[in-house]
């Protein structure tokens, strides 16, 4: 028998025959993707939806649909959104990320601009303007396509989300663009938007007493961590932030550990344990105990 990747499988045979529409970028990916299923579910379109977190409306991290539409979130390590060939893509940021698989930004960025390349003829790209800086826009793509882009100046002023935070802003500016191509509602769109309560481990409460609220959050690279930060001070302002990291793989935090101090600017504590290896195994010459000496504020405890 052949043995193939899950996203070979999902390109290949689940993907078949259907309007694909991808969600890839650094951070921001499985949000996103939610967002764009509960968009389409919610103007009857019955899309089958895949993406790396439960939804609490369907109780998992899929929806299957029998309508025209497939939403998936695209993942870049190993090249895996290469297996996809998406009508729609919404790419919400290129950051330097998978330092053990990519090596340098100019991988990853070369990562994105195949990925771009296979879009369907006619399709269209709605990504964030921050890309702009990285002039992949001005590459020679084989595909006729349209190019929209976002920023947070396209989130309406009287938009009250329940999901804190700029970033979630920028997501929620993402699905206004995608709404406006597909001819969807303003109203309906509105609606889905503001009854969003987000997704799981993504600042998902886990529970309260006497007045501290502990949250869950999947953040695992300094320009997340600062996001989730910065959107539990814009909740509780008033607040004392505590930060409890278990950091994910070797290779990420010790390639960016000089944006720790910034990206834990705003806590009045963080706590660091040992890192969780994951796929990686432990080099021996770095540990927790060398982000807490980067870090302001920050205590090691490995348990």
């Not at 070979?8 to 921001?28: N, S, T, W």
Request: aromatic fraction near 12%; include cysteine.
């Amino acid at each position: 028998g052949i043995v193939i990747t899950w996203q070979e499988f999902m390109g290949k045979y689940l993907h078949k025959d259907k309007q694909v529409i991808c969600v890839a970028g650094a951070h921001g990916k499985s949000t996103t993707t939610a967002l764009a299923g509960l968009l389409l579910e919610a103007a009857h379109l019955d899309p089958t939806v895949e993406l790396g977190a439960t939804v609490p409306l369907w109780r998992a991290n899929f929806r299957i649909g029998k309508g025209n539409y497939f939403v998936s979130e695209a993942d870049e390590y190993y090249h895996n959104f290469l297996n996809y060939r998406p009508q729609i893509i919404i790419l919400t940021m290129i950051e330097m990320d998978h330092p053990e698989y990519f090596n340098s930004l100019d991988n990853v960025v070369d990562a994105y601009r195949k990925f771009i390349s296979n879009i369907k003829p006619n399709g269209v790209l709605i990504y964030n303007e921050t890309i702009e800086q990285f002039s992949i826009l001005n590459s020679q793509f084989p595909n006729n396509f349209q190019k929209i882009k976002y920023s947070i100046r396209d989130f309406p002023k009287n938009l009250q989300l329940q999901v804190p935070g700029n970033h979630n802003r920028e997501n929620a500016a993402a699905i206004i663009k995608l709404a406006e191509y597909l001819k969807i509602d303003y109203e309906l769109t509105n609606h889905v938007l503001t009854n969003f309560s987000g997704i799981g481990r993504r600042l998902e409460l886990i529970g309260q007493k006497r007045g501290i609220y502990v949250y869950d959050d999947y953040a695992n690279h300094p320009t997340s961590y600062s996001a989730t930060i910065q959107a539990v001070n814009e909740k509780y302002p008033e607040s004392r932030i505590w930060a409890v990291i278990e950091p994910h793989t070797f290779s990420r935090p010790k390639a960016t550990l000089p944006d720790y101090p910034q990206a834990f600017k705003l806590t009045h504590q963080v706590i660091v344990s040992k890192i969780f290896a994951s796929r990686e195994t432990d080099p021996g010459d770095f540990s927790g105990l060398d982000i807490v000496t980067a870090t302001p504020r920050a205590t090691y405890i490995p348990e």
